[in-house]
Antibody, heavy 117, light 110 residues
Framework: EVQLVESGGGLVQPGGSLRLSCAASGFTFSNHWMYWIRQVPGKGLVWVSRIKYDGGFTSYADSVKGRFITSRDNAKNTLYLEMSSLRVDDTAIYYC??????????WGQGTLVTVTS | QSALTQPRSVSGSPGQSVTISCTGTTSDVGGYNYVSWYQQYPGKAPKLVIFDVTQRPSGVPDRFSGSKSANTASLTVSGLQADDEADYFCCSYAGSQTWVFGGGTKLTVL
């Protein structure tokens, strides 16, 4: 069974940094591109980033480009999102998701990031 | 990277069919056949119900179907059941290795 478990969320001040992790199991992690997607509670989903299966390519939404970095450790079956220069409007639930044919198929349960002073 | 447009809410009675639209542009929905749909219950993670415009993942009932015409994709839920009541989001590839989601539609089963 595919399982994705996010962690690392919490409370952070504007301008601060945070690193999210996503532990994957139940599939061959190193064969799949992966996504980060966020959602303000009660609002819509927003694509944040995608990373190639070998970590050799990443893409980002304009709203996070230059502030967020997505990486992965295939030996540890773990996906990361390094967030810096955080803003109040980065407050959201952050989901990791597996890619299947250029579509996010399986999603984790999410981790909440709250940016507030 | 503007969000795709979905109606805020739709409703139907048990047994009826409802269709949820998802309107984009030629740069996303109209330009690629990478449209997917997700069902989300409150407090839960989204679940994929349609991918590649019309394809259903294994385990998703055939009451869920997808289509596309020009810049608008649609999700139809037929034979409505109480547990179809949820939020539904569309998603499209938008070129240059970017993706865009819709704002979501609340489906109410009357």
């Amino acid at each position: 069974e595919v399982q994705l478990v996010e962690s690392g969320g919490g409370l952070v001040q504007p301008g601060g940094s945070l690193r999210l992790s996503c532990a994957a199991s139940g599939f061959t992690f190193s064969n799949h591109w992966m996504y980060w997607i966020r959602q303000v509670p009660g609002k819509g989903l927003v694509w944040v980033s995608r990373i190639k299966y070998d970590g050799g390519f990443t893409s980002y939404a304009d709203s996070v480009k230059g502030r967020f970095i997505t990486s992965r450790d295939n030996a540890k079956n773990t996906l990361y999102l390094e967030m810096s220069s955080l803003r109040v409007d980065d407050t959201a639930i952050y989901y990791c998701a597996r890619d299947y044919s250029s579509v996010p198929d399986h999603w984790g349960q999410g981790t909440l990031v709250t940016v507030t002073s | 990277q503007s969000a795709l447009t979905q109606p805020r809410s739709v409703s139907g009675s048990p047994g009826q069919s409802v269709t949820i639209s998802c309107t984009g542009t030629t740069s996303d929905v109209g330009g690629y056949n990478y449209v997917s749909w997700y069902q989300q219950y409150p407090g839960k993670a989204p679940k994929l119900v349609i991918f590649d415009v019309t394809q259903r993942p294994s385990g998703v009932p055939d009451r869920f179907s997808g289509s596309k015409s020009a810049n608008t994709a649609s999700l139809t839920v037929s034979g409505l059941q109480a547990d179809d009541e949820a939020d539904y989001f569309c998603c499209s590839y938008a070129g240059s290795q970017t993706w865009v989601f819709g704002g979501g539609t609340k489906l109410t089963v009357l």
